[in-house]
C-alpha cells in the first residue's frame, strides 16, 4: 500500500548547527504538508508544497518537493532550542480521495544549547 | 484562526468502561478527524468523517466507534475501554477535498487501568 517514509527518525544536534530530514512516498503525491509538533503538544501546520520541484523558505527553514512528486525535505539552517520537536511530513492518499492523509513516522529533533 | 477543541485533556478510566472523547469545531470544516499518537507508531487514523452522519475507518478502527449528528461535533467511542487503548488521541479537522491542510486538537490522554 502508499507509504511516505521518513529518515532520519532521530536527530541530536548542537544549537547552531543545521538539520535536515528527508520524506519519500511511495507514490507520486499531488501534494505535500509539513507539521511540527513540540514536546506535549499537538501537530500544527508548517507549510503546504504543490509544485514541482518547489522550494519554499520560511525564516530559516527551507522545504523542498522534488520534481517527481515523490520525495520532499527540510532543512533547518543553525538550529535554535526553539527548534526542537517531531516534524511530520504528509501527503494525501492516492485512492481518489484527497480528504485524507498519509503521514511518515516524523524526525523528532534534539537540540543541545 | 481555527479552533478545535477537545472536551478532555486527561481521563483515567476502567478497563470495560464506555469512554466519550468529545471534540468541535469551530471553522465549518467538513471533515473532521480522529487520530491515536503512540510513541514510535507516528499518527494513526481511526476514522475520519465528511459529513453530518457519514463516516469512514481509518487504519485501526477496531474498538472504536464515531458519531457526527452536527457539522461541527465529532465523537470518538471506546465502546469497552482496555488497556491497550491507553494512548493520545487527537481531533483534527480539515476545510474541504482540495482544502486538506489539517487542524489538530490538544490532544486527550487517556489512561485505562
Known amino acids: 500500500g502508499q507509504q511516505v517514509m521518513q529518515i532520519p527518525q532521530y536527530q541530536h544536534v548542537q544549537e547552531g548547527e543545521d538539520f535536515t530530514t528527508y520524506c519519500n512516498s511511495s507514490?507520486?503525491?499531488?501534494?505535500i504538508q509539513w507539521y511540527k509538533q513540540r514536546p506535549g503538544g499537538h501537530p500544527v501546520f508548517l507549510i503546504q508544497?504543490?509544485?514541482s520541484g518547489e522550494v519554499k523558505k520560511q525564516k530559516r527553514l527551507t522545504f523542498q518537493f522534488g520534481e517527481a512528486k515523490k520525495n520532499s525535505s527540510l532543512h533547518i539552517t543553525a538550529t535554535q532550542t526553539t527548534d526542537v520537536g517531531t516534524y511530520f511530513c504528509a501527503g494525501p492518499t492516492n485512492a481518489g480521495n484527497n480528504r485524507k492523509l498519509i503521514w511518515g513516522l516524523g524526525t523528532s529533533l534534539a537540540v543541545n544549547p | 484562526d481555527v479552533k478545535v477543541t477537545q472536551s478532555s485533556r486527561y481521563l483515567v478510566k476502567r478497563t470495560g468502561e464506555k469512554v466519550f472523547l468529545e471534540c468541535v469545531q469551530d471553522m465549518d470544516h467538513e471533515n473532521m478527524f480522529w487520530y491515536r499518537q503512540d510513541p514510535g507508531l507516528g499518527l494513526r487514523l481511526i476514522y475520519f468523517?465528511?459529513?453530518?452522519?457519514?463516516?469512514e475507518k481509518g487504519d485501526i478502527p477496531e474498538g472504536y466507534s464515531v458519531s457526527r449528528e452536527k457539522k461541527e461535533r465529532f465523537s470518538l467511542i471506546l465502546e469497552s475501554a482496555s488497556t491497550n487503548q491507553t494512548s493520545m488521541y487527537l481531533c483534527?479537522?480539515?476545510?474541504?477535498?482540495?482544502?486538506?491542510?489539517?487542524?489538530f486538537g490538544e490532544g486527550s490522554w487517556l489512561t485505562v487501568v
Open positions: 468523517s465528511y459529513d453530518v452522519k457519514m463516516k
Open positions: 483534527a479537522s480539515s476545510f474541504t477535498e482540495t482544502r486538506n491542510t489539517i487542524y
Open positions: 507514490t507520486t503525491l499531488s501534494n
Open positions: 508544497l504543490v509544485k
